[in-house]
Each structure stands twice: as structure tokens, then as C-alpha cells.
């Protein structure tokens, strides 16, 4: 078996497309060897070395040493170094690359293969022996903390008490002589702590670090984010070995970081950070400020540093040439890693950069634009989800603020919440139902959960490329990092600034597009819904076949969902109608009359409330079809229920307490959910129905009349479960239809039990809609109650029996099965019949695309998940 793949010197064994065998890094890494791009030469060790590991009680397979080998062979003959060779010393690097990035997860080793003898040789090659000690002393302190286990703090303290002893305050100060004194007690240290010699054989060196790499995929932090970001355990990762390269050899020396275009806004530009005479860990730290990568944007931000346009231009035209190639073989946006040594750039990763909703959605709009992509792949590109991000408030900008603190403008979005100052408390805080702010000096990968748990994150260190700035773009979190005024007290649970203490849980509002932090709540705003989200959005459209429609019954929530696109209401639920306050009273009256002419006079008072409801929402809609469901839930969720309010609502509607309590008493049921709701109601009652049938027919006319456009009804009988229940229900409405002289309707059912969808045939007779109710669909096909589930199915998704919560992601398997059979059972009667679905998935991008290749008309779903849908289903159809 192939174990291990070379790359370098113009050529690879590898290529983009070998991605899940060579991890994302790896893959990419052979790419652009290929492309003919400065790579340091280096191997891959694949995943399946990895997943191997894993399987064989963490050994390895035979062959690989050998292939080891082959490969250092391979770098020795490209860079003319020798590994372990004291004279010309071949250094690597020792990284991991799974097949989805990890950022900072997993395990990294710099500078391997040095040791007593070979340090020696890089310096006298370097010419600069304090450099070659500076490596060394990095790679013991790393090596140590990685492979060996020995905490990185107690090399920091060694150093840090040097120069205390020497009054140094920068490691700059540092002498070679000084290097030399530190390195050996490192190397006493490492000693002291494990028994044994800090190790020099090179070989081994490199063992261990493959070995802590492979290792790192099962480390706690890694666990966390394959969990939160869906990766599967079983991918593993891939093993990157390549030749060294310095951008701490001096002034002409660099290492940097950079995307093709700005990951925040999307703007097309080149965007970045560096640092000169420095290592690549140093840029990701946050530790020295980094310097900007353009002249614009120096000027821009105003910094004093020169960008690395001005400061080494030759490597920064060999920089801009190597963005314009890697973009136009990629096509997309690249997240880049470079050193420059001594004047010569070299590239040590590219990948798709992770980018905020905002810039993907600039991104592809300008690419479709600019002809480097279609507009179905511009579609394709889109997170169908992370549009959420583009409809939510911003700040109001003439709302009075009091900022407190500025920072980097990480990742865009504002957020309001209290400020807490650790990871597990912000988690903690969040599932009490608090809305956090997360403030750190600056984040690890140990806070990902407290991320995870804030509305948004504040650092007081790092720069836009910092831990905290990637991880929260990745999120959709609002984060604003080095906010440098900032001084934080973990013990005292407080943050001053500019002379001013907030403490944990007040409120602090933040801004993640500009990298504002104000005090207390500011004001929000709607998001703007034209440019490129509308050109977007009128591609989908193009692309889609089908229908959106949305689940809305107040005004607001009909108008937003309108402007967000929705092409008609789906499902309108007329019991939330009821519980404002002046009808419930009628209504209760209605629910406590004691025949049925008492509840028609009760009813008669709810009419024109009703007509009012109805007329409201056709006005908004206009001509677009309007599906509205008659009552649903049980009576009893309408009557008051402690004591306390069974008396004030007996006094208000002047009946004694004890009726009303013996009426709700008798109302109570055991399994509400599968009692004398929905069309039962109308079966027991129907004056309830003909009176709501009235309603809309009648709005329907005022309105049209009003307007001249009229919305089509479409009349829908909740929970049937037989065509007997929709035949009798059926001829009541038509009844009174005729009666009111009704415009245009139509009269259909919900197919939201498995006895419907089995005998859709039957009912289709008198159905000219089926619309899924998938909540009860799948609450009862599992009999597994919607109300509560949620307590327990966590424990059956951890263990793997199901692979999501069927509330919210269809369960195509069975739920799905009874859709396909109900739809096919229905249009044999009905060949024409429409069919949509108006449960929570149809605003969920993986139950859309079922609905879509179930060849549904259309999905419906809460107006803020209008746009989403609208993408999903564009997404399905391409
Ligand atoms: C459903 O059951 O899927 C549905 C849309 O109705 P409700 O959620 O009101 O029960
Ligand atoms: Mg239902």
C-alpha cells in the first residue's frame, strides 16, 4: 500500500481531488507544487495511515518507515540538505491537514531535526548563530510540549527569568550567549521532568511528532469542534512532512498570512497580515502587532508600520502573482500561508477561505459576474443557512450609544448580551437562557464551547487572522478582537477601559462590522435586503421549481415574509387568532355555553374579529394564494387553568368559579395531542368551522373589493384521518360559500397522520390540496411526543440511532415513505392535486431538497426562513 506522497520541485504525487486520502492541506499542498508555485518540498502521510492508527491499537503499518525514508530521500535531493547531517542540516516541519480544516486544533511541530550538532550547522550555513539558537529553542519548547508532554509554561518561565536576571524586556534583547545558557536549562529541565534526555536522534524527532500528530485527532478540542461542525471521527487526518523554510532569518525575512479578497466584507482585495523576522506561529498568536499587506490598507487603518508592499516589494509581486494564479485555478476565494526567506517567497498552504455570510454572498455575485463562475455554481456556493446572518437587525445608525471600547472588525454582525469572562460560564449562562457577550484577553481553542454559547466575542489581543477572529467568522458569531484598551480581571470578574469598570452580567451591545463595544443595549435596525442579496435571490428563483410560501398569521410576520419573497401564506393557524385578549373572552364564552345556540351567539361575536384577521392578511398578500387552517388544538388550552386565574376570568365573563373549573376539568384529556383537536373539533362543533369559513369568505370579498385582486382561499382541515371526516366537514364550508356567494377557494386537508397518508387516495376525492403537516406527521409515525422529546433525543443521536433530530431535519426514511405514498395514493384520484408542506422543515435546506425530488409545489415556512428556503430549493433544482 502507498502510504506516503511527495511533493515539490515542480511536480507531486498528489493532487486537490485526492483531498480525503491527503487531507485538505496535503491535497493542496501538491496542487500547487504542481502548478509550478514555491513549495517547499515535503510528504503527505494519508488519512488511511490515520484511520490504520486508530484501528491497530495506535501502531503503524509496516511498510511506512521505509516509505519515510523514500520520502526524506526525496526532500534531501530537492533542497540539497541531509536530514541529520550536522554539516547541512534538513529541518521540517511536522503538521496535520484533515479534510476539513481544523484551525488550531490539532497538533503542529516546527524546526525538527535540530540538535546539539545540527544547530551548530545552521548557524555557521544561516551565518547567524543567535538565529540558529533561536530555532532550536523554539523547536525543544514545542517538541517538549507536543510530543513530550511537558507544559510549554515551564520554558516560558526559564526564559522569562533570564532575562529578568539580565534586565531584558523583549526576547530581541537576547544574545546568542544568552540563548545558549537558556537552551541548556531547557534541556535540564526537559530532564528533570520526564527521566530522560531531551531526544537528538532526528529519527526519532520525527517519530514522535507523526506520532503526537496522529494522536491530536482524538484530543479533547478536536472532538469538540468534528462535534460542532459535523465532522465524522472515522475521516481522520493526514500527516504533512516538509522542508523548512525561515522567515526569521533576518529583515528580509517574513511570514505572513492572507486571503485573495477580504473574508469579512468580500471586498476584491488583497487582504492579510506579516510580520517581519518571524515565525508562522508568532503571525496566528497575536503576541507582536502584525503589519498590513497593502499600501491601500495601511493608509486605510491608519498604521504607522509599512505594509509589505513598501517594505519587501519583490516578494510581494511574487506574493500578488501567486494570488491572481491561485484564484484563477481555484476559482474561489483562497486562505493562504506564506514565508518569505530572505527575499524568496515561499507558499506553505492555500485553502478556501472561510468567509462571513456577507462576503460569500459578494464573493460569488462578483465572480458570477465577472464570468469566473456561473450563477449556478455562485447558487451552490451559498450556505443556505448562513443567510439567517443577512436578515437579522444591525445597529440603528442614529441610535444613542455610549462605545466603551474599539477593536478589529473580526466578523460583522451585532449582538446584544451580558459580559461574562469565561467559556463554561457562558455555556452555562447560555442553556439558563441567557444571552452572553464572551470577553478574553483573547481565545484558545479550549473556548470554543463559550463561542459556541455567545451571541459574540470580544478579545483585548490578536489581529483579524487571530484565533478568535477565524473561529467566529466560521461561527457567524460578531466578534471584535484586539481591543487593546481592554484590561481584563478574570479573578474580579471585570473589564475596565479608558477609566470605566463593567462587570460580569451587564449589558454591553457589539458591533462586529465596525469593532465597537457600547455600553447597555443600542437600538437595532432591519438588514437591507437589495444588491447582492436580491440578485441572489432572483437567481434561486430562476433556478427553483418550487413553490415558497410561508407560515404567518399576524400582520408583521405576513409583511416580512412577503418582503422576504414568500409567494403565498402556506399556513395560516387560526387558534393564535383566539388568544388575543378581547376575542379570547368570546371565545371562552363560546367553549362554556351550554348548547349550541349559546355558541352561536358567541361565535356571532368573534365573526367580524375573525373577518377583520383574515382581511388584514389578504390586503398584504394580494393575489397570492393563502392557505388557512381551521381551529386545531384542544379546547382546554383556551381555559384558564391555576386557581387564581379561574377566578378572575370567572368574575370578567360573570360565571361562578366552579362552572368554569368543573369546564376545564372537563376538557382535560390525558394525551391532548391525539384528542379532540383539529377536525374533530369541527366534527363535534361545526358552527366553530362555519363561522371561521364565513370569516374568510367574507374578507376575501371585502378585500377584493377594496382592491380588485383577489387571493385565492384555500381552505384547510387540520388532522383528518379518514375521507369521511373531510366529506362532512367539506359541505359544511361549501354550504356556507354559497351562502356568502364566495370568491375563489379551494378546500383541502392536512395530511399529518400515517392513517391520512395511507389512505390519500380516499381522501383525495375531497381534498384539492394535501399540505404535510410534518410535526404531527413525525410525531406520531415515531409516537414520539414533539412537546417532549427533545429531553432524551440528544442520547439517541449521540448513540448513533438516529442521525438527527427528526424535528427539525425530515426523517426520510419513514416520515419521508408516508409522503412519497400519500402524494402518489393522492394523485391517482387527484392527478392535478397540489401538495405542499408546511411542518418545520420546510424551511430546513435538507428536508427542502426531499420536498423537491418528492416533486412537492411547494414548501412553507417561517417568514425568516423564506430566503433560506428559496436557496435550498434553487440549490435542489440545479
Ligand atoms: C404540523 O403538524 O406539521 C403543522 C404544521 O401543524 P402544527 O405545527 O400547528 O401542529
Ligand atoms: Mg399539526
Not at 495506535?58 to 519515510?68: G, S
Not at 531547557?186 to 529519527?203: H, I, N, S, V, Y
Not at 499587506?293 to 500578488?320: F, G, H, I, N, V
Not at 388575543?580 to 364564552?589: C, H, K, M, V
Request: glycine fraction near 8%.
Amino acid at each position: 500500500t502507498k502510504w506516503v506522497y511527495n511533493f515539490g520541485g515542480g511536480s507531486a504525487e498528489g493532487d486537490t481531488s485526492m483531498k480525503n486520502l491527503l487531507g485538505g492541506k496535503g491535497a493542496n499542498l501538491a496542487e500547487m507544487a504542481s502548478l509550478g508555485l514555491p513549495v517547499p518540498p515535503g510528504f503527505t502521510l494519508s488519512t488511511d495511515v490515520c484511520t490504520y492508527y486508530y484501528d491497530h491499537g495506535e501502531t503503524y503499518p509496516e511498510d511506512m518507515n521505509d516509505q519515510i525514508a523514500g520520502g526524506l530521500k526525496e526532500i534531501e535531493k530537492l533542497t540539497g540538505k541531509k536530514f541529520g547531517e550536522a554539516s547541512n542540516p534538513l529541518l521540517v516541519s511536522v503538521r496535520s491537514g484533515a479534510r476539513a480544516s481544523m484551525p488550531g486544533m490539532m497538533d503542529t511541530v516546527l524546526n525538527l531535526g535540530l540538535n546539539d550538532e545540527t544547530v551548530e550547522g545552521l548557524a555557521e550555513l544561516s551565518g547567524d548563530r543567535r538565529f540558529a539558537l533561536d530555532s532550536y529553542r523554539r523547536f525543544i519548547t514545542m517538541y517538549s510540549d507536543v510530543v513530550l508532554g511537558v507544559h510549554h509554561h515551564i520554558y516560558e518561565d526559564i526564559l522569562e527569568n533570564h532575562k529578568d536576571t539580565q534586565g531584558y524586556m523583549l526576547d530581541t534583547e537576547m544574545t546568542a550567549m544568552d540563548w545558549d545558557s537558556v537552551i541548556k536549562e531547557f534541556k535540564a529541565a526537559t530532564k528533570r521532568e520526564l527521566g530522560k534526555d531531551f531526544p537528538q536522534d532526528p529519527m526519532e524527532q520525527l517519530n514522535g511528532a507523526v506520532d503526537a500528530v496522529f494522536g491530536s485527532w482524538m484530543n479533547e478540542r478536536a472532538i469538540v469542534y468534528r462535534r460542532l461542525n459535523d465532522i465524522p471521527a472515522a475521516w481522520g487526518t493526514a500527516v504533512n512532512v516538509q522542508a523548512m523554510v525561515f522567515g526569521n532569518m533576518g529583515d528580509t525575512s517574513a511570514t505572513g498570512v492572507a486571503f485573495t479578497r477580504d473574508p469579512s466584507t468580500g471586498e476584491n482585495r488583497y487582504y492579510g497580515e506579516f510580520l517581519i523576522n518571524a515565525q508562522g506561529e508568532d503571525v496566528v498568536a497575536g503576541i507582536r502587532t502584525p503589519q498590513t499587506l497593502t499600501k491601500a490598507s495601511r493608509e486605510k487603518m491608519e498604521e504607522d508600520l509599512p505594509s509589505m508592499e513598501e517594505a519587501l516589494p519583490e516578494a510581494y509581486a511574487q506574493l500578488a502573482d501567486t494570488f491572481e494564479t491561485l484564484e484563477a485555478h481555484y476559482r474561489d476565494m483562497q486562505d493562504i500561508e506564506f514565508t518569505v526567506e530572505e527575499g524568496t517567497l515561499w507558499m506553505l498552504q492555500t485553502r478556501t477561505g472561510k468567509r462571513t455570510a456577507k462576503a460569500a454572498l459578494k464573493i460569488a455575485v462578483d465572480m458570477a459576474e465577472d464570468g469566473q463562475i456561473t450563477t449556478d455554481e455562485a447558487l451552490l456556493r451559498l450556505e443556505p443557512a448562513s443567510l439567517d446572518q443577512l436578515l437579522h437587525p444591525t445597529l440603528k445608525p442614529d441610535a444613542e450609544r455610549d462605545m466603551i471600547a474599539m477593536g478589529l472588525p473580526a466578523s460583522p454582525g451585532a449582538a446584544i448580551g451580558e459580559v461574562v469572562f469565561n467559556s463554561d460560564e457562558a455555556e452555562a449562562l447560555k442553556k439558563a437562557g441567557h444571552k452572553v457577550i464572551l470577553v478574553r484577553v483573547e481565545t484558545s481553542p479550549e473556548d470554543i464551547h463559550g463561542m459556541h454559547a455567545a451571541e459574540a466575542i470580544v478579545t483585548a489581543r490578536g489581529g483579524m487572522t487571530s484565533h478568535a477572529a477565524v473561529v467566529a467568522r466560521g461561527m457567524g458569531r460578531p466578534c471584535v478582537s484586539g481591543a487593546g484598551e481592554i484590561r481584563i480581571d478574570y479573578k474580579a470578574e471585570s473589564l475596565t477601559v479608558m477609566g470605566r469598570t463593567v462587570k460580569k452580567g451587564e449589558t454591553v451591545t457589539v458591533d462586529g462590522g465596525t469593532g465597537q463595544v457600547f455600553l447597555g443595549a443600542v437600538e437595532m435596525q432591519q438588514p437591507e435586503l437589495s444588491g447582492d442579496f436580491a440578485k441572489v435571490m432572483k437567481w434561486a428563483d430562476e433556478a427553483r421549481k418550487l413553490g415558497i410560501r410561508t407560515n404567518a398569521e399576524t400582520p408583521l410576520d405576513v409583511q416580512t415574509a412577503k418582503d422576504f419573497g414568500a409567494e403565498g401564506i402556506g399556513l395560516c393557524r387560526t387558534e393564535h387568532m383566539f388568544f388575543e385578549a378581547d376575542r379570547l373572552g368570546y371565545f371562552r364564552e363560546m367553549i362554556l355555553a351550554e348548547d349550541k345556540e349559546d355558541r352561536e351567539a358567541a361565535l356571532a361575536k368573534i365573526l367580524p374579529v375573525q373577518r377583520d384577521d383574515f382581511a388584514a392578511i389578504f390586503r398584504i398578500m394580494e393575489d397570492r394564494p393563502c392557505t388557512i387552517r381551521l381551529l386545531d388544538p384542544p379546547l382546554h388550552e383556551f381555559l384558564p387553568h391555576s386557581e387564581a386565574d379561574i377566578e378572575s376570568v370567572a368574575k370578567s365573563l360573570g360565571v361562578p368559579a366552579g362552572e368554569l373549573m368543573h369546564r376545564a376539568n372537563d376538557l382535560q384529556e390525558s394525551n391532548p395531542m391525539l384528542g379532540h383537536r383539529g377536525c374533530r373539533l369541527g366534527i363535534s362543533y361545526p358552527e366553530i368551522y362555519e363561522m371561521q369559513a364565513r370569516a374568510i369568505f367574507e374578507a376575501q370579498k371585502l378585500v377584493s373589493e377594496e382592491n380588485g385582486a383577489t387571493p385565492v382561499a384555500e381552505i384547510m382541515v387540520p388532522l383528518v384521518s379518514s375521507a369521511k371526516e373531510l366529506e362532512i366537514l367539506k359541505g359544511k364550508i361549501d354550504a356556507i360559500a354559497k351562502e356568502v356567494g364566495a370568491l375563489e377557494y379551494t378546500i383541502g386537508t392536512m395530511i399529518e397522520l400515517p392513517r391520512a397518508a395511507l389512505r390519500a387516495a380516499d381522501i383525495a376525492e375531497y381534498a384539492e390540496f394535501f399540505s404535510f403537516g410534518t410535526n404531527d406527521l413525525t410525531q406520531t409515525t415515531f409516537g414520539l411526543s414533539r412537546d417532549d422529546a427533545g429531553r432524551f433525543l440528544p442520547d439517541y443521536v449521540n448513540q448513533g440511532i438516529m442521525e438527527k433530530d427528526p424535528f427539525v431535519t425530515l426523517d426520510q426514511d419513514g416520515v419521508g415513505d408516508l409522503i412519497h405514498i400519500a402524494a402518489e395514493r393522492g394523485r391517482t384520484t387527484r392527478e392535478s392535486i397540489k401538495l405542499g408542506i408546511c411542518g418545520e422543515h420546510g424551511g430546513d435546506p435538507a428536508s427542502v431538497e426531499f420536498c423537491h425530488r418528492a416533486g412537492l409545489d411547494y414548501v412553507s415556512c417561517s417568514p425568516y426562513r423564506v430566503p433560506i428556503a428559496r436557496l435550498a430549493a434553487a440549490q435542489a433544482a440545479i
